[in-house]
Nanobody, 122 residues
């Protein structure tokens, strides 16, 4: 299983970015998909999550600015980030909890993407 993120980059304060994370491999089903971030010298924190049913949760500091969404048919999760602040600067990681097929058996597992850098600076 592989999770590949894209969409990071440099943006000015107040700008927007859209992150994508596509999962591929012997996937049976994905239940939770989440975005985390880690700034230099800080612990990794949960930014937003979405269940297979579409229920969402957000870090308090991003509520109203970030929106998480998923395409179950494409095994992809998105993070639309608007009104970005310099303090949103971090490496953003996606995480997926899923059932995979291994030797004909469904096996639960948690997988992480490689991370994508988001830098908010003028």
């Amino acid at each position: 299983v592989q999770l590949v993120e894209s969409g990071g980059g440099l943006v000015q304060p107040g700008g927007s970015l859209r992150l994508s994370c596509a999962a591929s491999g012997n996937i049976f089903s994905i239940y939770n998909m989440e975005w985390y971030r880690q700034a230099p010298g800080k612990q990794r924190e949960l930014v937003a999550g979405i269940t297979s049913g579409g229920s969402t949760n957000y870090l308090a500091s991003v509520k109203g600015r970030f929106t998480i969404a998923r395409d179950n048919a494409e095994n992809t999760v998105y993070l639309q980030m608007n009104s970005l602040y310099p303090e949103d600067t971090a490496v953003y990681y996606c995480k997926a909890d899923m059932w995979t097929i291994l030797g004909g058996t469904q096996v639960p597992g948690t997988y992480w993407g490689q991370g994508t850098q988001v830098t908010v600076s003028s």
